[in-house]
């Protein structure tokens, strides 16, 4: 057995020995020769090489071979030819680019595996650049697949492997022919071998050729192919100079726009950390352009190969979205590699102006910002942007839209934000946190939803009124839209039942609509709910507290709308039995808890009617609510008109009045003041009594009655139609006149029944204004008239009645809210007003006498404001009649529906005439008359600030409000902005005819004038009648194209139909349809602006201006912006007159002419020249006397200057903050053009400054310091490295311009030595600052002359402290001149009489000698300094 053994291991290794023999590579030639000698086994490809020694002594050998062989050097190129030989065969040059093997009888190498054959080759200096230039030859020859190969079950890449021999070599001895030579063979090599060779450079080449390197790469990127990311990735290994990676840095940034997608992200980071702090906002802007995430196409649907393109489609999602991330990654590790970067994200988003230019990226970097640390400039950046327009709620659908998975990976950011601006006071940002809410629940998971309810509940316990409403909003609607995604979270808002008590009654209404939807819409999980509701809203109906019983009658009706709820494409009754059972014992359950209770059950009233007026409840329902409700309202206050009733004594006397009925033999009436007495005395007696009809029900019951007789006949009121003429049961006209000598209580019960006559008429006006029958129309309009006469008679009576309380008409109001009017405190009023008196007095002795009473003017009408709200004086000959405003009595008024105003497009109505004790004369046509246009435009134009957000808003407060603000729109509330807006553009044809109406009154009357504006009958109480309805059309205008609802994709449509209504006022061509939406806005404000002419005050011209401003925000059309300019130039140039024919004076004039003095310098084409004219108005006024005025500009007088004072100042600093610092690299001309508009403005401020010395009022100094001091600041940041390049090449033009500068410095130096000597608190505090400013300007300008090589030009001493006279101030003299709080900064050879801190020598040379031009001082500029 052992001899068999041995005889097959005999066999096998002859058989081994003999396959070793025959792999082993046997052409001869000098190649093999020599390496063979020197101890390498050359194998034939088909397994690696094998070395018999070590590679550092083979490579010894060989060369000492080479150098030794006797046709040296000549053997070189032998050696080659045979290399080149060997290597033609693909598989023996793979192998020699492998890991050679050493040999089993070697034992000298240190290790088992060795390098291979070229990179062994290539450690030998004699034959390293000839067979790196013949491997380097070679791979132009690789072209794609043939040319990987297969080693131990890897596919390896030849050319890859090639390269990789020349990375890391001890020595190169030619390192500029090899950088030559590979980067020649790019051009030639295939795609896959470029970006080899490209990947392959940093490692390959010395530091020394990385600049040619560069240059080589940048190229090749400029040449757009598509070898991007290995040339960035190459360039990141580089080690350049800072000038050439700005170079290079260029380049890349000219294929920023060009490069694709998948490229994106690597140029993004290359970008991103070779930034430097100087051009990163220029890079980040750059790169902001070229990114832009565009939703995904959507997926084919007619294809025959459908499911096949589904998943390219998909695939390509995929990919597209990955590359998004990885664009984002790359910005994000940006932002966190330099601080710069990050600042300069934000300074490039808030740079953005134009709404239109704001994308995604904005949305995903700010919360990329956010995510890392910048939470505070971030939440700053959002809000203004929200506040401008730019930050949209169709912007921010598309990134949670297209973009969910991305914004993902934010979420925390996201949810951080919109708590942020959820508690902001502003309405519009408040409205965009919302959104972001609803976005995000929308498109998340299901931890994100938790999450996102979660927030919503602590924002609801917050405390804050906003706040809290917000959040309900937002629930509410996640609950409509997404119950099945709200459900799980049901106990959430469930944990609400237990925290009632602190929650008004809007609130609590929201609570019970989500909790009764998902206990009654949700058959899952709804049942416990359920429950819970019928047991806490029993408690509360059964409580004898007010408050618990309102409560409990909201949440029960809220159930009843969700067990009765009907879709609105249902006609027919779809509740069950028991369900029907359910509600009417609900209904019948409420009403017995509030019988004794008349605030509970008008409640009752009103919410039932609003569920009704919505449609959605089951006609059963409904039949069953009407049935009981008409029987009780006739039962309670309607009664037959008797004679002898009236007779009677009612404690006050009695008459049927405002009966519009014919048949007035049988007419009915409502019997109101028999039911005030009556309920008046039962409050006196304080007794339980059976259940009594109460007056104060009178409007709710009506209104469900009319609301659920609507329903049922499908809009016809034949069947109530007799309420609208008949009589009221009132108090007798000729009470009035002897009102003052009645009691308390006979005063007490005729105001009360007028408020309820009020209220009537109101529901009235409700019930019947949306009949087309031309009868009832009149009678609508006639009920405005009984309207507008009952408010005037009230007016009189309640000036005269101290301390009533009106009795309640909204029923959903907090106690707190229920507040006393305005009239009654009168009295406190007066007292207030004595306090500043005192002040005024000691301001008196320090202020100068010709600024005292334009001081004075504006603090009498502030003080005056308390009395005038009280009550209004009106004089009649002889006769002083006390009025008062009912504007504060808002809460005591029945809200007006928006159906109401469907009578503005009531025309001329013939009609038989309507004799009644009323009207005395026949009335043949019927027109709504201007007291009602102006009632109803009041209502209309507050419902619309309410409804529709205009993006500039006003703030909310934490503070409590006064009720008239927020009371009066719980039906105006159930419509969405959208439907409210659609609305609007209805009555748009109704409010245009008006607005002509009232523009024709005036034309006519300034014809009539022979074109005088302010002539005879220009303050008559009609035409200052007409001018408020004029001014309310506007207001109404205004607020509808402001809305920022426009916006939105879907409103679109909307805005155009609006626009098109304007233009087809002054088209009378059908084309208007198919105009552009640019031609539309253009027709729309030629439209608006032609009643400029016809404006009789300034109130409405700033609501025209506002209305035209609100057009060209619409679009971009310089033309339109010059014409507001022009047209605010107009109103700035005419007199305004008050209604006594006084000149206009006070704060409201003059914060109404400070919006005219910005709108004309803001749409100005040049600002500066626009503020440069209007500065000559001012010059006028200095000549004018005491009372005079501006010649140019009369609405320029000593009342008004200090606000065209404080307005263009400001308005001077934002233009300068406009302009640029000034760069070497710019152009001359450019630099020039910035010099002029420098000098510009500071000869505007030196003209600004010295009006100080005329108009020395407090105000005005203190204009002067603070925007004296924002100039100084900006003409360093901005200013003075414009100076430093230009001082060379125009050293006069700047010595001027800082000679200009210095005299305005020494004025604001004597201002502020002049606030010390009046000891004015508000004034000193802002000298320290300035005082600050004007030193940085001394060492500035040294720093200038420093740069510019002339510094012995420069001196400085001290400034004398002068007043505003330029007297010196003698407490100074005998104190130390060299005080350091003494010093002042100005920069220019002044006037002999007066030392100067800082001198230039304007005859010296000393900068003479640089001759370089511009660029000769590699300093820069010095203003990062100072």
């Known amino acids: 057995m052992q001899k068999g053994k041995r005889k097959n291991s005999d066999s096998s290794a002859q058989s081994s020995k003999k396959k070793k023999s025959t792999d082993v590579y046997t052409e001869k030639s000098v190649f093999t020769e020599l390496i063979v000698n020197a101890g390498f086994v050359l194998k034939d490809g088909h397994s690696n090489n094998e070395l018999t020694v070590d590679q550092a002594v083979f490579q010894r050998d060989l060369m000492l071979s080479v150098k030794r062989h006797n046709d040296y050097p000549a053997v070189v190129e032998d050696f080659l030819e045979g290399f080149e030989t060997y290597i033609e065969d693909t598989h023996r040059l793979s192998k020699s680019v492998m890991a050679t093997h050493t040999a089993q009888e070697c034992d000298s190498a240190r290790y088992p595996v060795q390098d291979s054959m070229v990179k062994i080759l290539l450690g030998i200096d004699i034959l390293q650049s000839k067979v790196m230039k013949l491997l380097l030859e070679k791979l132009p020859l690789f072209m794609g697949d043939e040319d990987f190969v297969f080693e131990n079950g890897e596919k390896i890449f030849i050319p890859r492997v090639l390269l990789s021999q020349f990375r890391w070599l001890d020595r190169i001895v030619n390192c500029k022919e090899l950088t030559t030579k590979m980067l020649e063979m790019i051009d030639i090599s295939s795609p896959d071998v470029q970006r080899e060779i490209i990947l392959c450079l940093p490692e390959v080449v010395e530091d020394t050729e990385h600049g040619d390197v560069a240059k080589a790469l940048s190229d090749i990127l400029l040449q757009g192919n598509q070898m991007t990311v290995p040339i960035l990735d190459a360039l990141s290994n580089l080690a350049l100079k800072p000038e050439l990676l700005a170079e290079v840095r260029g380049s890349v940034l000219q294929t920023l726009s060009s490069v694709e997608m998948d490229d994106l992200p ?128 169709p912007l921010l659908q598309s990134a949670f839209t297209d973009h969910a998975q991305i914004l993902r990976g934010y979420f925390p950011s996201v949810q951080s934000l919109a708590e942020v601006l959820l508690r902001s006071p502003e309405p519009g940002i408040c409205y965009f946190a919302s959104a972001m809410y609803r976005h995000a629940f929308a498109v998340f998971d299901s931890y994100c939803k938790q999450e996102i309810v979660g927030n919503l509940v602590t924002h609801i316990g917050s405390g804050f009124a906003g706040e809290i409403d917000s959040s309900l909003d937002i629930l509410s609607d996640l609950v409509h839209h997404h119950l099945s995604s709200m459900a799980p979270f049901a106990i959430f808002v469930k944990g609400f039942l237990d925290y009632f008590d602190n929650r008004s009654m809007t609130q609590i209404r929201k609570l019970y609509a989500m909790l009764s ?65 359910e509600v009417v014992h609900l209904l019948q359950l409420v009403r017995t808890s509030s019988t004794g209770s008349p605030e509970a059950t008008c409640l009752f009233l009103d919410e039932l009617s609003s569920v009704i007026s919505k449609g959605n409840v089951d006609p059963k329902v409904v039949h069953w609510i009407s049935e009981n409700m008409i029987a009780d309202f006739q039962d309670d206050f309607v009664v037959d008109v008797e004679e002898s009733f009236i007779q009677q004594d009612h404690m006050v006397p009695l008459q049927d009045m405002y009966n519009l009925n014919e048949d007035t033999d049988s007419s009915i009436a409502i019997n109101l003041l028999p039911l005030v007495v009556a309920n008046h005395k039962k409050k006196a007696n304080t007794k339980e009594s059976a259940r009594e009809p109460n007056p104060t029900c009178l409007s709710p019951h009506f209104r469900l009655v009319h609301i659920c007789e609507k329903v049922q006949n499908g809009g016809d009121l034949e069947g109530i139609d007799a309420l609208l003429g008949c009589p009221v049961y009132t108090v007798k006209e000729e009470v009035y006149e002897k009102y003052e000598s009645l009691s308390h209580k006979e005063k007490d019960v005729i105001c009360t029944t007028l408020f309820h006559s009020l209220n009537w008429f109101r529901e009235l006006a409700n019930c019947f204004a949306t009949q087309t029958s031309p009868e009832m129309k009149g009678k609508v309009i006639m009920r405005l008239q009984n309207i507008t006469e009952v408010q005037n008679t009230l007016e009189r009576l309640l000036a005269v009645t101290p301390g009533f309380r009106p009795p309640v008409a909204n029923f959903d109001l907090e106690e707190t809210q229920q507040v006393e009017p305005s009239s009654s405190r009168g009295a406190d009023g007066k007292k207030k007003g004595r306090k500043p008196g005192k002040k005024k007095q000691s301001e008196k002795e320090n202020i100068s006498a010709d600024l005292d009473e334009n001081s004075r003017d504006s603090t009498q009408s502030e003080t005056q404001k308390p009395s005038q709200s009280g009550g209004t004086q009106l004089k009649e000959g002889d006769k002083e009649e006390k009025m008062v405003s009912l504007s504060t009595y808002t809460q005591y008024f029945r809200e007006l529906d928006v159906s109401v105003f469907t009578i503005l497009s009531t025309g001329l109505i013939t009609k038989a005439a309507l004799d009644s004790e009323m009207n005395t004369k026949a009335t043949e046509d019927l027109q709504i008359q201007p007291p009602q246009l102006e009632f109803l435009l009041k209502d209309l134009t507050r419902k619309l600030d309410h409804s529709l957000l205009a993006s500039a808003a006003k703030r909310r407060t934490f503070l409590k409000t006064k009720a008239d603000k927020s009371v009066g729109f719980s039906h105006l509330d159930q419509y969405t902005a959208t439907e409210i807006a659609t609305n609007m553009i209805h009555l748009l044809p109704p409010l245009c005819e008006h607005l002509e109406g009232t523009s024709a009154f005036f034309q006519t009357l300034i014809s009539e004038n022979d074109g005088m504006l302010d002539g005879p009958g220009s303050n008559s109480p009609e035409a200052m009648l007409m001018g408020s309805c004029f001014k309310l059309l506007l207001q109404a205008l205004l607020s509808l194209f402001s809305w920022n609802g426009f916006v939105m994709a879907e409103n679109r449509q909307l805005l155009k139909d609006g626009l098109n209504i304007l233009v087809s006022r002054i088209k009378t061509s059908s084309s208007s349809s198919q105009s552009s939406f640019h031609d539309l806005v253009r027709g729309a404000f030629n439209y608006c602006q032609n009643f400029a002419a016809t404006v009789s005050n300034l109130p409405a011209a700033v609501t025209l201006l506002r209305l035209l401003m609100a057009l060209v925000e619409k679009t971009a059309l310089p033309e339109l912006s010059g014409k507001v300019a022009e047209l605010a130039e107009e109103f700035l140039k005419r007199e305004w007159f008050s209604s006594d024919g006084q000149r206009e004076k006070g704060a409201k004039h003059n914060e109404q002419l400070q919006i005219v003095i910005k709108m004309f310098l803001v749409y100005s084409a040049d600002p500066l020249e626009a503020i440069e004219e209007l500065t000559k108005g001012t010059r006028e006024l200095i000549e004018a006397d005491k009372n005079g005025r501006s ?236």
Not at 521 to 543: A, E, S, T, V
Not at 1247 to 1269: C, E, H, P, Q, W
């Open 517 to 581: 939807r998902l206990a009654f819409h949700n058959p899952d999980d709804g049942g416990l709910i359920q429950d819970d509701l019928h047991i806490i809203i029993r408690k509360q109906l059964y409580n004898s507290s007010l408050k618990y019983k309102r409560m409990g009658v909201i949440g029960a009706i809220m159930v009843v709308k969700s067990i009765a709820y009907v879709r609105s494409d249902q006609s027919e009754s779809t509740i069950s039995d028991d369900k029907l059972k």
């Open 266 to 393: 690597v140029v993004v980071k290359f970008l991103l950390q070779t930034v430097t702090p100087q051009d990163s906002l220029e890079i980040v802007t750059e790169i902001r352009a070229s990114i832009d995430f565009k939703p995904l196409p959507a997926t084919p649907s007619k294809s025959s190969k459908k499911d096949k393109m589904k998943k390219r489609t998909a695939s390509d999602g995929s990919v597209e979205k990955g590359n998004e991330a990885l664009t984002l990654d790359a910005i994000k590790s940006g932002i966190r590699f330099q601080k710069t970067v990050s600042e300069a994200w934000i300074k490039a988003i808030d740079n953005l102006k134009d709404p239109a230019d704001h994308k995604v990226i904005d949305i995903f970097v700010l919360l990329i910002l956010h995510a890392t640390n910048r939470k505070k400039p971030v939440e700053s950046l959002f809000r203004n942007k929200i506040r401008s327009g730019a930050f949209t709620e």
């Open 1191 to 1426: 010649n140019s500009y009369p609405s320029l007088t000593r009342h008004s200057f200090s606000v065209y004072y404080r307005v263009l100042f400001s308005e001077l600093i934002e233009v300068i903050k406009r302009l640029p610092a000034g760069k070497l690299s710019e152009s001359r001309d450019l630099k020039v053009e910035r010099l002029l508009q420098w000098n510009s403005a500071v000869r505007i401020l030196h003209i600004f400054v010295n009006l100080i010395k005329t108009f020395d009022g407090r105000s005005n100094m203190g204009t002067a310091l603070k925007y004296g001091r924002m100039f100084l600041e900006v003409f360093l940041r901005q200013g003075m490295p414009l100076l430093d390049c230009m001082f060379k090449t125009n050293r006069e033009d700047v010595q001027n311009l800082l000679k200009s500068f210095q005299m305005s410095t020494r004025a604001l130096h004597h201002v502020s030595s002049h606030s010390k000597i009046i000891r004015d608190v508000s004034l000193t505090n802002q000298v320290p600052m300035l005082k600050r400013g004007l030193e940085a300007f001394v060492y500035r300008v040294k720093a200038m002359l420093t740069l510019n090589k002339c510094l012995e030009a420069f001196w400085m001493g001290n400034l004398k402290n002068r007043d505003l006279q330029g007297e010196e101030i003698l407490s100074q003299v005998s104190t130390v001149t060299n005080d350091s709080e003494e010093e002042d900064g100005d920069a220019v050879p002044v006037d002999e009489d007066e030392e100067s801190d800082v001198e230039m020598d304007n005859q010296s040379e000393a900068g003479g000698d640089s001759k370089d031009g511009e660029g000769s001082d590699s300093e820069g500029s010095y203003s990062e300094v100072f």
